[in-house]
C-alpha cells in the first residue's frame, strides 16, 4: 500500500516532462492516471492510515480531474472530498456542503438519474448537519420523486430514512417515528442492513421522547442485532445505539442501566478507534456519576469530555459545563465552580444572541429583495408604458382604423397586466404571512431559550427579569401569529390579542385559578405599529400586578379596555383590585418595567393617569391623529 501512495503522490506532485507524444496520448495517460487516483481516494475515505496524505491527493486528483472534462469522474472526486472532510471534522461543516454541491452540479450535466437522486439524499444530510432545514426538504424531496420514478425500493428506503432523521432534528418526533417506520421494510427487502440498522436510532429516539420506552429499548436491541448478525464492521452504531438507550434510561431515572450503556458505548469505540477520540462520550458517563452522587467519578469523567470537546474546537457546550460546575459546588470547590458555570452561561448568552442576530439578518435581506423586485418592476413597468404612449401617438398620426385597432390591443394587455399583477399580489401577500410565520416561530425559539436559561438560575431577581423577557418576546410573537393566521396582514383585532396574551401571561405566574382578567371592549383593529407598543405596555401592567398586587396567593381581576374616540385617539385602562400602593414606600423591583411603559407611552404620543383607590388604576390617552 505505501508503494501505492508514492506512485499516487509522485504523479499528483510531480511534473510530467521529456515527453514528445501526442496530445491526445497525453489526455489519454491524464485520464488513466486521475482514474487510479480516484479509486484510491473511493477506497480509502474512512482510512486512518492516511489522514496527512488524503488531503494533498484529493485536491491534486481533482486539478487533474478537471482538465479532463469527465463530468461524471470530476463529480466522483468531489464526492470523495466531501466523505473525507465529513468523516474526520478537520473542516468545516460548510466544506462538505461545498464539494457535496459541487457533486450534483457535475451529476446533473449527465442523465444518471440514479446518481442525481443518491446526490440529492446525500447533500440533504450535509444540509441538515449545518442547519439549512428547508434546503435538505426540498432536495431529499426531489431524490423521493427520482426513486420513485426509478422503481428503486432501495434508494427510497434510504430517503425515508433521512427524511425520519430530518424530523427527529426538528424535533417532530410522531413524524420521524411514521417516515422511518415506511423505510424499514424497504431496507429490508433490500437487505440494506447497514442502513437498517442506522434507522433504529430514530426509533430509540422519537420513542424515549414520546414516552414508549419499551418500544425505544426494543428498537435498540434491534439494532444491535442487526449489527452482530448482518453487518459486523459497523463499530460506530453499536456506539451510538448504546447512547441513546442510555439517554432513555435517564428519562425514567434508571441511573445504573444508563450508566451501563454510556460505558459500553465508550469502551466499544476505545477497543475500534482509540481512547482521544472517543473522550466526548465521557460526558454522558460524567453526567450519570453526578445524578448518582459519585462526585469523584463524575469530576474525572466530565474533565476528560469536555477538554475533548474543546481539543476539536466544538463550541456551544452548556449542559456539560453546567455539570461540572454542579461537581465541583458538591466537591466544596466553588472556584472552579464559578468558571465553569461562567462558560455555561457565555456559550447560552451566544447562542441566543446567535438566533436574534440570524432572526434580524433573515428579515433584513428578505425586506431589501422585496423592495428592490418592486424597483425593478416599477422601472419595467414605467418603460412599457412609456413605449406603449409613444406608439400610441404615432397611431393616432396615422389612420383612424389603427387607432382603434391598438384601443383594442392595450385593452388587451391591460387586462393581462391586471391578472399578472393580482397573481403577483396574491404571491407577497403568501410570502408575507411566511414571513410573520417564521418571525412568530423564532420568537417562541427566543422564549424557549429564556426559558432554558432561567431554569439554571436560583437568584429569585434574575429568575424574574428572565420570565419578564420571556413574556415580552411573547407578546410580539402573538402579534405575528395573528398576522399570519389573519385575512388583514396590516392589522390586529385587539381585544382577542389582549385574551391570548392574558392567558399566556397568567400560565408564566401560574395564576389562572386565582386571578382572572377580563377585557370589557368592543372589537378593535390596529396597525401594526400601534399594536406592537400597546401590547408590551399591557404586558407590563400585567406582569407588575400578578407580582405584585395580590401577595400571599390572594384572589383577584384584572380588567383591561382599550377605546378609540371619534378622532381616531386610544383610551386604554388596566385596573386591578389588589392592595395598591402604598403611600412612601419605594417601589418594587427594578424599575425597568416602568421605564419601559413610559417610553412607549412617549413613542404614541400619549400620557399616563395612576390612581390607587380600591387597587391600582391607569389610564392612557393616546393622540394618533391630531384633531381638526
Not at 47 to 69: A, M, P, Y
Not at 202 to 211: D, K, P, R, S
Request: net charge negative.
Amino acid at each position: 500500500m505505501s508503494k501505492l501512495i508514492s506512485a499516487i503522490l509522485l504523479v499528483c506532485f510531480i511534473p510530467m516532462f521529456g515527453f514528445a507524444q501526442s496530445k491526445a496520448f497525453g489526455e489519454s495517460l491524464n485520464k488513466q492516471l486521475v482514474d487510479s487516483s480516484a479509486a484510491w481516494l473511493r477506497a480509502n475515505t474512512t482510512s486512518e492510515k492516511f489522514v496527512d496524505e488524503f488531503h494533498k491527493i484529493g485536491l491534486k486528483t481533482l486539478q487533474r480531474g478537471l482538465k479532463t472534462e469527465n463530468d461524471s469522474l470530476i463529480a466522483e472526486i468531489h464526492e470523495s472530498l466531501a466523505s473525507w472532510h465529513a468523516y474526520n471534522g478537520f473542516f468545516s461543516p460548510d466544506s462538505v456542503v461545498y464539494h457535496a454541491e459541487k457533486a450534483l452540479l457535475y451529476h446533473l450535466k449527465g442523465n444518471d438519474k440514479k446518481r442525481i437522486a443518491d446526490t440529492y439524499r446525500s447533500l440533504s444530510i450535509d444540509y441538515l448537519n449545518t442547519g439549512q432545514f428547508d434546503k435538505a426538504q426540498e432536495v431529499l424531496f426531489k431524490a423521493i420523486d427520482l426513486y420513485e420514478e426509478l422503481n428503486d425500493d432501495a434508494g427510497l428506503g434510504s430517503a425515508y430514512r433521512t427524511l425520519g432523521v430530518q424530523y427527529r432534528v426538528m424535533n417532530d418526533f410522531e413524524k420521524s417515528i411514521s417516515y422511518t417506520n415506511q423505510a424499514i421494510p424497504l431496507l429490508k427487502k433490500t437487505e440494506n442492513y447497514s442502513e437498517l440498522a442506522i434507522a433504529q436510532f430514530n426509533l430509540i429516539i422519537g420513542y424515549g421522547e414520546t414516552g414508549e420506552f419499551e418500544k425505544a429499548y426494543a428498537a435498540t436491541e434491534y439494532c444491535l442485532e442487526i449489527v452482530r448478525t448482518k453487518v459486523p464492521d459497523e463499530i460506530f452504531v453499536p456506539v451510538r445505539a448504546y447512547s441513546y438507550r442510555g439517554d432513555v434510561y435517564i428519562k425514567v431515572k434508571d441511573y445504573e442501566n444508563a450508566l451501563k450503556d454510556y460505558l459500553a458505548a465508550w469502551e466499544l469505540c476505545k477497543e475500534h478507534i482509540g481512547e482521544e477520540r472517543c473522550a466526548t462520550y465521557r460526558t454522558e458517563i460524567g453526567h450519570i456519576y453526578l445524578l448518582q452522587g459519585n462526585y469523584e467519578e463524575a469530576q474525572e469523567h466530565l474533565l476528560a469530555g469536555i477538554n475533548a470537546h474543546d481539543d476539536k474546537g466544538q463550541i456551544g457546550l452548556i449542559q456539560p459545563y453546567l455539570d461540572l460546575a454542579e461537581t465541583y459546588i458538591q466537591l466544596g470547590d466553588y472556584k472552579n465552580a464559578l468558571v465553569y458555570k461562567d462558560r455555561a452561561y457565555n456559550n447560552s448568552k451566544n447562542l441566543l444572541e446567535g438566533k436574534i442576530a440570524n432572526i434580524e439578518s433573515e428579515m433584513a435581506i428578505k425586506y431589501e429583495t422585496e423592495k428592490k423586485d418592486e424597483a425593478l418592476e416599477s422601472q419595467a413597468a414605467l418603460i412599457d408604458q412609456k413605449n406603449k404612449t409613444q406608439l400610441l401617438f404615432i397611431v393616432i398620426a396615422s389612420l383612424l382604423l389603427i387607432f382603434l385597432l391598438s384601443l383594442l390591443y392595450f385593452f388587451y394587455k391591460s387586462k393581462k397586466a391586471t391578472r399578472i399583477i393580482r397573481a403577483k399580489n396574491s404571491e407577497n401577500e403568501l410570502l408575507l404571512k411566511e414571513i410573520h410565520h417564521r418571525v412568530k416561530n423564532n420568537l417562541e425559539m427566543v422564549k424557549s431559550l429564556i426559558a432554558l436559561q432561567s431554569a439554571q438560575i436560583e437568584d429569585p431577581a434574575t429568575k424574574d427579569a428572565m420570565i419578564s423577557s420571556q413574556n415580552r418576546v411573547q407578546s410580539m410573537g402573538i402579534i405575528h401569529q395573528k398576522l399570519y393566521q389573519g385575512t388583514n396582514l396590516g392589522s390586529i383585532e385587539m381585544k382577542d390579542y389582549f385574551l391570548n396574551l392574558s392567558e399566556g401571561i397568567l400560565d408564566s405566574f401560574n395564576a389562572e385559578e386565582r386571578v382572572k382578567i377580563e377585557c370589557a371592549m368592543d372589537k378593535l383593529e390596529l396597525d401594526v405599529d400601534t399594536a406592537v407598543p400597546i401590547g408590551l405596555i399591557v404586558n407590563e401592567l400585567l406582569t407588575n400586578a400578578l407580582k405584585y398586587a395580590f401577595p400571599q396567593q390572594q384572589q383577584g381581576f384584572i380588567n383591561i379596555s382599550l377605546e378609540k374616540d371619534r378622532y381616531q385617539n386610544l383610551k386604554l385602562e388596566v385596573k386591578d383590585n389588589g392592595i395598591g400602593k402604598t403611600a412612601g414606600l419605594a417601589p418594587k423591583g427594578t424599575g425597568f418595567g416602568s421605564q419601559l411603559v413610559e417610553l412607549l407611552t412617549r413613542q404614541l404620543n400619549g400620557k399616563m393617569v395612576e390612581r390607587s383607590e380600591k387597587g391600582t388604576h391607569l389610564e392612557f390617552d393616546f393622540v394618533i391623529q391630531k384633531s381638526a
